[in-house]
């Protein structure tokens, strides 16, 4: 029985947690050999901010290059036709994301009862999340 894309969004989404927490990771590295050592104190404003700045930068800017993140790619899903998104309707994607993911992924399980089987970030960015493992099959 095919995975249907909704249990793949969860799972791409899952899988994206990793490189993100490497990426902070990575920062958090660097920041403190900046500082000679010192850690950065629990709270700091511009800290928070470089983390969801990197956060944002990475989901947005992983749709409007390629459609997906690495979460997306390794799951074989994509939004459809990405090339036309802006930047608003990405970021746009991104915060209903966030609204999404915090009240424990309701726009993304709205797709399994939406008659057109869009979540809540398809339908604010005009974009949909389409299974692509067709797209990836090359024929001999």
């Known amino acids: 029985m095919p995975i249907s894309t909704t249990w793949r969004h969860l799972a791409a989404f899952i899988y994206d947690l990793f490189p993100i927490i ?8 660097v920041i403190v050999l900046i500082r000679g050592g010192d850690e950065v104190p629990p709270g700091t404003l511009w800290f928070q901010l470089l983390l969801t700045a990197e956060l944002v930068f990475y989901f947005v800017f992983s749709w409007l290059k390629g459609g997906q993140t690495l979460g997306m790619r390794a799951w074989k899903i994509g939004i459809e036709d990405f090339q036309t998104m802006t930047l608003w309707q990405s970021l746009a994607r991104f915060l ?3 609204v999404s ?3 424990l992924g309701a726009g993304l399980w709205y797709k ?8 809540w970030m398809d ?4 974009h949909r999340t389409v299974n692509v493992s067709h797209l990836s099959k090359t024929n001999p």
Do not use: D, E, F, Y
């Not at 399994?112 to 979540?119: F, R, Y």
């Open 112 to 119: 399994k009862i939406n008659a057109a089987g869009l979540s």
């Open 22 to 29: 490497g990426l902070w990771l990575i920062t958090s590295v």
């Open 101 to 103: 993911t915090a009240l």
């Open 96 to 98: 209903v994301g966030l």
């Open 123 to 126: 339908m604010i960015s005009g």
